[in-house]
């Protein structure tokens, strides 16, 4: 079965830092990975998805996300951190056509 | 384009009362549906999917069910809430062209039983 881990609940990055949030996956075979943004009390929007047709995948918001084979992992960055990146984020594969999702990681962004 | 409803967007019931919680689909046709369950600090939990009416399948024994009555309804429903079925409760649906098609989310409704 595929799963996906986020590494660290939490993270608190200063305005105009690097964002830097964690996912390493679990599959036997080239996965979809996927990372999609919260707001508070709202659902989830897509950020960025990898489908093998390119390791580095630019996403919405200036976030972008590399894939690595021989790491398992799909870490999502973004070079200068704002205020209203302030948000959960969740990594994502897919399972069958469904998506599994990670325990997600809630970005604090101080002033 | 594509929407999705969900409703509502806040439910406060008493343990014991039933539940209906909706979601409609605008703008496909044979969407796959999800009902996801995201309770605070352990992530999104996938609760049922559904690939056409009539068709549900469920990921984890629970108090809920699901149902799937038109193309583009999907209803999740409790006979009798216990207090662990707060949460919040995202509906989702991807179109049917392959795996690398990402879900789109509603709104989310609040659960709180009480």
């Known amino acids: 079965a595929q799963s996906v881990t986020q590494l660290g609940s939490h993270v608190s990055v200063s305005e105009g830092a690097l964002v830097l949030l964690r996912c390493n996956y679990s599959s036997s075979v080239p996965p979809y990975l996927f990372w999609y943004v919260q707001y508070p009390n709202q659902g989830l929007q897509l950020l960025l998805k990898?489908?093998?047709?390119?390791?580095l995948v630019k996403g919405i918001n200036g976030f972008e996300a590399e894939f690595k084979k021989s790491e398992t992992s799909f870490h999502l960055t973004k070079p200068s951190a704002h205020m209203s990146d302030a948000a959960e984020y969740f990594c994502a594969v897919e399972q069958g056509g469904k998506l599994i999702f990670g325990q997600g990681t809630e970005l604090s962004v101080k002033p | 384009s594509q929407t999705i409803h969900q409703w509502p967007a806040t439910l406060v019931q008493p343990v014991g009362s039933p539940l209906s919680l909706e979601c409609t689909v605008e703008g496909t046709s044979n969407p796959n549906l999800y009902w996801y369950r995201q309770a605070a600090g352990r992530g999104l939990q996938l609760l049922f999917y559904s690939v056409g009416i009539g068709q549900i399948s469920s990921e984890v024994p629970q108090n809920l069910s699901a149902s799937r009555p038109q193309d583009r309804q999907f209803i999740l429903s409790s006979k009798k809430l216990l207090l662990s079925d707060s949460g919040f409760y995202l509906c989702?649906?991807?179109?049917?062209?392959?795996?690398?098609?990402?879900?789109?989310f509603g709104q989310g409704t609040r659960l709180t039983v009480v």
């Open positions: 989702a649906w991807s179109a049917v062209t392959g795996y690398d098609t990402e879900a789109f």
């Open positions: 990898y489908t093998s047709a390119a390791t």
